[in-house]
């Protein structure tokens, strides 16, 4: 997948295309259908598929203190974008310059002068350029004068109800794991490099591998059941903690996991957390003593939940123990 970032690396050679825009938030089910959708057509035409993002997304521009969280982070975006076989993304600045562009500049300069749109999906109720003048009824029109087709984005319903990010957010913040698991298509995961922190999680008796989440916001809070991917030895289960660590009074939103039965040196590591299981709430305690003890009944409960809910585990747990004893 070729990764674009911005107008200036435009290149003749990436004229001619089939095309969506959007958040693609989560790339969940319905995006992915987006994505099938343009994959089809890309092949009857025998051209690349380009899905075109904003950063930062239009509503993180417009009300940074009230915008959403998000469900991916750009690089998370990208990953999951390159799983379902996209051969290019071009991320556009969304700045001041950009919001004030006219829809029709907006048409002209990407559409049709950057990339050569051949096919362009989009949702019915898309707004774009200077005070969201533009619309599905307008890219129709410039489709019919420069000869490219416009039309709506497939729709996926579960349960009665549309996929969106909305919904996926909701059930995380419910703890519903397995509805957001049902909307994605996977389990919620959230990706970072492991960094150095405060060690406080060794003084207890139970390290950590901390993942620093650069985010404003985060859709996910409390204690879970993780398995961990990206490291020499995959998939490993941990016990994981989102959140602010009030009891030390913190203040950043930390993602730290205890890897069970593990203790290798991982810093720097960049590594991959999916989360399976919601066990509670982040909480603040009286004494470290009895955060200690929080932690171990943590532990315990999400050693009981991988060998009762969820057995792949232990299998896999033997494996990799084979694997070990190979190396």
């Given at each position: 997948?070729?990764?674009?970032?911005?107008?200036?690396?435009?290149?003749?050679?990436?004229?001619?295309?089939?095309?969506?825009?959007?958040?693609?938030?989560?790339?969940?089910?319905?995006?992915?259908?987006?994505?099938?959708?343009?994959?089809?057509?890309?092949?009857?035409?025998?051209?690349?598929?380009?899905?075109?993002?904003?950063?930062?997304?239009?509503?993180?521009?417009f009300?940074?203190?009230?915008?959403?969280?998000?469900?991916?982070?750009?690089?998370?975006?990208?990953?999951?974008?390159?799983?379902?076989?996209?051969?290019?993304?071009?991320?556009?600045?969304?700045d001041?310059?950009?919001?004030?562009?006219?829809?029709?500049?907006?048409?002209?300069?990407?559409?049709?002068?950057?990339?050569?749109?051949?096919?362009?999906?989009?949702?019915?109720?898309?707004h774009?350029?200077?005070?969201?003048?533009?619309?599905?009824?307008?890219?129709?029109?410039?489709?019919?004068?420069?000869?490219f087709?416009?039309?709506?984005?497939?729709?996926?319903?579960?349960?009665?109800?549309?996929?969106?990010?909305t919904?996926?957010?909701?059930?995380?913040?419910?703890?519903?794991?397995?509805?957001?698991?049902?909307?994605?298509?996977?389990?919620?995961?959230?990706?970072?490099?492991?960094?150095?922190?405060?060690?406080?999680?060794?003084?207890?008796?139970?390290?950590?591998?901390?993942?620093?989440?650069?985010?404003?916001?985060?859709?996910?809070?409390?204690?879970?059941?993780v398995?961990?991917?990206?490291?020499?030895?995959?998939?490993?289960?941990?016990?994981?903690?989102?959140?602010?660590?009030?009891?030390?009074?913190?203040?950043?939103?930390?993602?730290?996991?205890?890897?069970?039965?593990?203790?290798?040196?991982?810093?720097?590591?960049?590594?991959q957390?999916?989360?399976?299981?919601?066990?509670?709430?982040?909480?603040?305690?009286?004494?470290?003593?009895?955060?200690?003890?929080?932690?171990?009944?943590?532990?315990?409960?999400?050693?009981?939940?991988?060998?009762?809910?969820?057995?792949?585990?232990?299998?896999?747990?033997?494996?990799?123990a084979?694997?070990?004893?190979?190396?």
């Amino acid at each position: 997948m070729e990764f674009i970032r911005g107008w200036h690396n435009l290149k003749p050679q990436h004229r001619g295309c089939v095309a969506t825009i959007g958040n693609f938030d989560g790339v969940h089910l319905g995006h992915q259908a987006v994505i099938g959708q343009l994959a089809e057509k890309a092949e009857k035409l025998g051209l690349p598929t380009q899905v075109i993002l904003f950063e930062p997304q239009p509503q993180e521009f417009f009300q940074p203190d009230a915008a959403v969280p998000r469900l991916t982070r750009l690089r998370e975006k990208l990953q999951a974008l390159r799983r379902y076989s996209v051969d290019r993304v071009l991320c556009l600045q969304f700045d001041a310059g950009f919001a004030a562009m006219e829809p029709e500049e907006f048409i002209q300069r990407l559409l049709v002068d950057g990339l050569g749109v051949r096919y362009l999906v989009v949702g019915d109720d898309f707004h774009f350029g200077r005070k969201r003048r533009g619309n599905f009824d307008m890219l129709a029109a410039a489709g019919r004068q420069h000869g490219f087709q416009v039309v709506n984005m497939h729709t996926v319903a579960i349960d009665g109800e549309r996929v969106s990010s909305t919904r996926i957010r909701a059930a995380l913040v419910s703890g519903d794991l397995v509805q957001a698991e049902k909307l994605l298509g996977r389990p919620y995961r959230m990706c970072g490099r492991v960094a150095h922190g405060d060690k406080l999680g060794r003084t207890l008796g139970f390290p950590t591998a901390n993942i620093y989440l650069h985010r404003k916001v985060t859709p996910i809070k409390g204690i879970f059941a993780v398995e961990v991917f990206g490291l020499k030895t995959e998939p490993l289960a941990g016990a994981a903690n989102i959140g602010t660590r009030p009891t030390v009074g913190g203040t950043r939103t930390l993602l730290e996991v205890n890897l069970l039965d593990f203790s290798e040196d991982i810093y720097g590591a960049y590594v991959q957390v999916n989360f399976l299981h919601k066990l509670r709430d982040e909480k603040r305690f009286e004494s470290l003593e009895e955060l200690r003890r929080w932690i171990e009944k943590d532990v315990a409960d999400v050693r009981a939940f991988f060998k009762n809910y969820h057995p792949n585990y232990s299998a896999q747990r033997r494996r990799n123990a084979e694997s070990a004893r190979k190396v």
